[in-house]
T-cell receptor
Framework: AQKITQTQPGMFVQEKEAVTLDCTYD???????LFWYKQPSSGEMIFLIY??????QNATEGRYSLNFQKARKSANLVISASQLGDSAMYFC?????????????????FGSGTQLTVLP | DADVTQTPRNRITKTGKRIMLECSQT?????MYWYRQDPGLGLRLIYY???????NKGEISDGYSVSRQAQAKFSLSLESAIPNQTALYFC????????????FGPGTRLTVL
């Protein structure tokens, strides 16, 4: 089974409107972290936001917020007031385990991404 | 200056050639990773290293090898490149005060003809 599922290959949003990018995850760990990265056409991976499984409040970073619903195993990214520069591929990722733990790679498992296009 | 650098940024090579991609970091992190990204897919882990003497295979290590020459340097080699290794390759690091986030290099775009 896929650990990270992003069901929206492509999304369109009008400039200045809010958009939600979906992400569901699958893990049996109690401790894990969820990440969102932005990848513009230039290719670099830009970290946007992080949510730890024990964090009680949803993470926010400027115009980005993470709608974390633990029981549903979802970690949707909400972008408010979309800008043309937000057009990019967005990846949800999960890191299982927490902090330092011997023998654990702490690698990120990525979803397949959502291509967001912001329309003027 | 960028904390995680990759060289080269772009490379075109021919089938059967040996090629090395290099990653350097100034963050002082102990953990380093190599990922591969194919069109329409997320990143997949090739190899990772906890320190200079600790190298581990990831999800898709076949056809690749790595070398951790120093804490700051982690190289990925394709011993005999093949066209389906055409991809975008990312190096990442983790460590210091924060073992919950990975920091990515700018990526190397590799084309194997």
């Amino acid at each position: 089974a896929q650990k990270i599922t992003q069901t929206q290959p492509g999304m369109f949003v009008q400039e200045k409107e809010a958009v939600t990018l979906d992400c569901t995850y699958d893990t049996s760990d109690q401790s894990y972290g969820l990440f969102w990265y932005k990848q513009p056409s230039s290719g670099e991976m830009i970290f946007l936001i992080y949510q730890g499984s024990y964090d009680e409040q949803n993470a926010t970073e400027g115009r980005y917020s993470l709608n974390f619903q633990k029981a549903r195993k979802s970690a949707n990214l909400v972008i408010s007031a979309s800008q043309l520069g937000d057009s990019a591929m967005y990846f949800c990722a999960m890191r299982e385990g927490y902090g330092i733990s011997s023998g654990s790679a702490r690698q990120l498992t990525f979803g397949s991404g959502t291509q967001l296009t912001v329309l003027p | 200056d960028a904390d995680v650098t990759q060289t080269p940024r772009n490379r075109i090579t021919k089938t059967g050639k040996r090629i090395m991609l290099e990653c350097s970091q100034t963050k002082g992190h102990d953990r380093m990773y190599w990922y591969r990204q194919d069109p329409g897919l997320g990143l997949r882990l090739i190899y990772y290293s906890f320190d200079v003497k600790d190298i581990n295979k990831g999800e898709i290590s076949d056809g690749y090898s790595v070398s951790r020459q120093a804490q700051a340097k982690f190289s990925l080699s394709l011993e005999s490149a093949i066209p389906n290794q055409t991809a975008l390759y990312f190096c990442a690091t983790m460590g210091g005060d924060n073992y919950n986030e990975q920091f990515f290099g700018p990526g190397t775009r590799l084309t194997v003809l």
